[in-house]
Nanobody, 124 residues
Framework: QVQLVESGGGLVQAGGSLRLSCAAS????????MGWFRQAPGKEREFVAA????????IYADSVKGRYTISRDSDKNTVWLQMNSLKVEDTAVYYC?????????????????WGQGTQVTVSS
């Protein structure tokens, strides 16, 4: 299995940028698909982005496409989420997740491993 710890959240002005990181540990970490979800107060957890650790393939939710970039560093066992042109509606707790396939990636139940979450707040 794999353990995940997010960091890098905070307060930022609309139009600004923020970079989140997810530190992973586990013997077979390199075999996992990695992703980011977010959850705003009163809302369900929603898919943000995913990346194949070995193949480099990526996919993004329409709401963040062109503004967010997901990347990974296999040597450091770290996944990043670069967020640019932030909007107030991006405010949420962001969660790092690990899974085994791109199938059904928008469904949280398909991701067996989760971090504790990090708060991102965008002000106007």
């Amino acid at each position: 299995q794999v353990q995940l710890v997010e960091s890098g959240g905070g307060l930022v002005q609309a139009g600004g940028s923020l970079r989140l990181s997810c530190a992973a540990s586990g013997r077979t970490f390199s075999r996992y698909v990695m992703g980011w979800f977010r959850q705003a107060p009163g809302k369900e957890r929603e898919f943000v982005a995913a990346i194949n650790w070995n193949g480099g393939s990526t996919i993004y939710a329409d709401s963040v496409k062109g503004r967010y970039t997901i990347s990974r560093d296999s040597d450091k066992n770290t996944v990043w989420l670069q967020m640019n042109s932030l909007k107030v509606e991006d405010t949420a707790v962001y969660y790092c997740a690990a899974g085994s396939t791109f199938e059904f990636i928008s469904t949280p139940r398909q991701w067996p491993y989760w971090g504790q979450g990090t708060q991102v707040t965008v002000s106007s």
